[in-house]
């Protein structure tokens, strides 16, 4: 079993629609969880960080964990075509080693 | 704030060769810098974590002597692929964490396509 699954997709949604993408993990040590977006051919670039449970917004995005269920999520609002990309989740034990475990990605398009 | 290049983006090859690839950051000290393999359609595989000054740590199933860390500086680490051969055509990627900061913040380089004949 992998630490972190995460559903390759792809996702297809039309323009507008609200998102939802989601990753599960075994390993309760995790505390940091992470997203990260990745465009064809370009490295990741970070969208949002969480520490611990609990929800956080920025703009159009949710993150939200749930570490009693090992389950973590981000929302897309209004999602538009510029949000076709490979979307990564990430996450990290609290031992400073900055080791993180990424899932497989999940590829979205949004369809105008 | 919190760019990270490599150079260069793009190389192809001779099977046999051996090909340097470097990582900087270019705004901020990077006292920990890491490397990582993406095969397409597949996510990131960390290879190794580089310190400044200090020997590289790799994780399990990757060899040391195929794949040379430097982090001669706090803000530029290179990887040697020695002795290349067409397995080891994949896309690497650097990422670069600021010194002092926990929380696992990293910044990713853009990658770097290795094609190798």
């Known amino acids: 079993q992998k630490e972190v699954e995460q559903d390759p997709g792809p996702l297809s949604v039309p323009e507008g629609a609200i998102v939802s993408l989601n990753c599960t993990y075994s390993?309760?040590?995790?505390?940091?969880f992470m997203w990260y977006r990745q465009y064809s051919r370009k490295g990741p670039e970070l969208l949002m960080y969480t520490y611990s449970s609990g929800n956080k917004e920025d703009g159009r995005f949710t993150a939200q964990v749930d570490k009693s269920s090992k389950y973590i999520s981000l929302f897309i609002r209004d999602s538009q075509p510029s949000d076709s990309a490979t979307y990564l989740c990430?996450?990290?034990?609290?031992?400073?080693?900055?080791?993180?475990?990424f899932g497989a990605g999940t590829r979205l398009f949004v369809k105008a | 704030g919190a760019v990270v290049s490599q150079h260069p983006s793009r190389v192809i090859c001779k099977s046999g060769t051996s090909v340097k690839i470097e990582c900087r950051s270019l705004?901020?000290?990077?006292?920990?810098m890491f490397w990582y393999r993406q095969f397409p359609k597949q996510s990131l595989m960390l290879m190794a974590t580089?310190?400044?000054?200090?020997?590289?740590?790799?994780e399990q199933g990757v060899e040391k002597d195929k794949f040379l860390i430097n982090h001669a500086s706090l803000t530029l680490s290179t990887l040697t692929v020695t002795s290349a051969h067409p397995e080891d055509s994949s896309f690497y990627i650097c990422s670069a964490a600021p010194s002092a900061q926990r929380g696992d913040t990293q910044y990713f380089g853009p990658g770097t396509r290795l094609t190798v004949l």
């Open positions: 990430a996450m990290s034990e609290d031992t400073g080693g900055f080791k993180t475990i």
């Open positions: 390993n309760s040590a995790f505390q940091y």
């Open positions: 580089s310190n400044e000054g200090s020997k590289a740590t790799y």
């Open positions: 705004d901020f000290q990077a006292t920990t």
